[in-house]
């Protein structure tokens, strides 16, 4: 008989749990997940996916401005919060069912309730008792973190509850300058409510290449979005209006809703780490080595609870490479270097590798290839720019990174991170033939170092 009731048991059905459950299952292990909200975690359930989701409803009133440019009479459009819903979280529930699935599929088993860690070889899921497995996977994700001690905290949102409000406000303030503040800034402007956008820094989206970052600071106030650099939420008060933004540059502001979107926290509450003696980093990540191993022998760990680079693909394959070390027999450690991402900002930030400050400090001397330029669809009205740029290593010409800011560049990004994780160099770059008339295309055939394109430049 075997010694434990299960091979693997895994905590948290989110993307990096449910691969890594359902590869295990496929070799023949046997295998548990618990869940103790719905399957397919943050991604699936309250990020990415209604995410963007939203970012294609809010996109629509930008679409209807440039349509009359194109000589379209739009009359009466009007935008319905409570059938946008409707529709998402039909969605999202044929997504989640989809996820559990392609477990049972597999041949694993879903278990409902939150799982603590008893011992190293037990985890206790409330409602469901006890089971024991010979490994054990963290996969719980991270939630929004909030400043506990701010006055008045207690009347703000998150982006969990931003997907479910009941009524769309007539005024949104925003704290946080990376990817959800940027992006849920972008989403209630382009829905029609009054957006601000604080963040405590001199600029938005720390990490991006600079001139990405001052370029999308621009549009989005082009869009209408009220952005207040510099300045951070001192309280939060409520009135007979709504609620009142008091800011450290001494301003104030109301607004309906507050979110705020300052950061996200591995989730390791209540999980019983240390019934097992599983380490934390001294940020609270759950600490593992490259093959995402715990300290604890038989204890592993894949996702945002480990704050490695913390998106959905990255998840995945985190999972995907533990279940081949563990269960193929074939160690593998995912590779964190040259991960592409996008913002789904409006306009969209597709960026991949390194931004020009980071290369200089690392290689030195870099040549910069850089170009901003209206884009073609806008060539009858609005004045939106964007903007490409090449970072290239001096001494070997490799492509060290591309940023691009405009419509589909979380689309090229996807390509250009091929040939930049492959090693391509400018002249190999350079020796694609262009695709006509895109905005792409101006990324091979920038051939002037450090000359910007003139602006209104259309193919
Ligand atoms: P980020 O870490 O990206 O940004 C947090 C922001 O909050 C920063 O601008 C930070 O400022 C600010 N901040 C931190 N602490 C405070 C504070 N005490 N008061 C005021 N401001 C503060 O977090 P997000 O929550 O936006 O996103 C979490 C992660 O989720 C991202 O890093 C990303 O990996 C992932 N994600 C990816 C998406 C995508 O792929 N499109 C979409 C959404 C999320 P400062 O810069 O000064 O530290």
């Given at each position: 008989m075997a010694q434990y009731e299960y091979d693997l048991f895994v905590i948290g059905a989110g993307s990096a749990g449910v691969r890594a459950a359902r590869l295990a299952a496929m070799s023949g292990a046997k295998v548990a997940v618990a869940e103790e909200?719905?399957?397919?975690g943050t991604c699936v359930i309250r990020g990415c996916v209604p995410k963007k989701f939203m970012v294609y409803a809010a996109e629509f009133a930008h679409h209807f401005k440039t349509a009359k440019d194109y000589g379209w009479t739009i009359e009466g459009a009007s935008f319905d919060w409570p059938t946008f819903l409707a529709e998402k979280d039909k969605e999202i529930a044929r997504l989640s069912g989809v996820y559990v699935r392609n477990l049972q599929n597999a041949g694993a088993e879903l278990a409902h309730g939150k799982a603590r860690i008893v011992d190293a070889h037990t985890v206790e899921v409330t409602g469901q008792g006890t089971h024991t497995a010979d490994k054990i996977l963290i996969a719980t994700g991270g939630r929004p973190w909030m400043?506990?001690?701010?006055?008045?905290?207690?009347?703000v949102i998150s982006s969990n509850e931003a997907f479910h409000l009941p009524q769309l406000p007539k005024r949104i303030v925003i704290a946080g300058g990376g990817y959800i503040a940027v992006e849920f800034a972008g989403i209630f402007n382009g829905l029609g409510v009054e957006t601000t956008l604080i963040h405590r820094?001199?600029?938005?989206?720390?990490?991006?290449?600079d001139d990405v970052r001052s370029h999308v600071a621009e549009e989005l106030e082009k869009r209408g979005i009220t952005v207040v650099l510099g300045a951070q939420h001192t309280a939060i008060e409520k009135t007979s209006g709504g609620l009142l933004n008091r800011f450290s540059d001494g301003h104030e502001r109301e607004s309906d809703v507050v979110m705020f979107a300052v950061g996200r926290e591995p989730?390791?509450?209540?999980?019983?780490l240390e019934n097992a003696g599983v380490k934390l980093t001294d940020k609270g990540a759950v600490a593992v080595d490259d093959y995402s191993?715990?300290?604890?022998?038989n204890i592993w760990a894949v996702g945002d609870v480990t704050d490695r680079i913390n998106l959905t693909p990255v998840a995945i394959r985190e999972g995907q490479a533990f279940a081949q070390t563990v269960f193929y027999d074939k160690p593998t450690k995912f590779d964190h270097e040259l991960v592409a991402s996008a913002v789904f900002s409006q306009p969209p930030i597709g960026s991949v590798g390194l931004a020009e400050a980071d290369a200089r400090k690392q290689y030195g001397k870099v040549d910069i290839y850089l170009a901003r330029l209206k884009p073609m669809k806008y060539a009858f009205g609005g004045d939106e720019r964007s903007l490409l740029k090449l970072v290239v290593d001096?001494?070997?010409?490799?492509?060290l990174g591309c940023h691009v800011v405009g419509p589909d560049a979380p689309e090229m990004i996807q390509m250009a991170a091929i040939a930049i994780k492959m090693g391509v160099t400018k002249t190999q770059w350079d020796a694609t033939c262009a695709v006509h008339p895109?905005?792409?295309?101006e990324l091979v055939t920038m051939?002037?170092?450090?000359v910007p394109m003139g602006l209104g430049q259309v193919a």
């Open positions: 909200h719905r399957v397919g400043p506990a001690d701010l006055p008045g905290i207690e009347h820094g001199p600029n938005l989206l720390r990490g991006f290449d989730y390791v509450e209540g999980l019983g191993r715990t300290n604890v022998e001096c001494a070997t010409e490799r492509v895109t905005l792409a295309e051939r002037e170092k450090y």
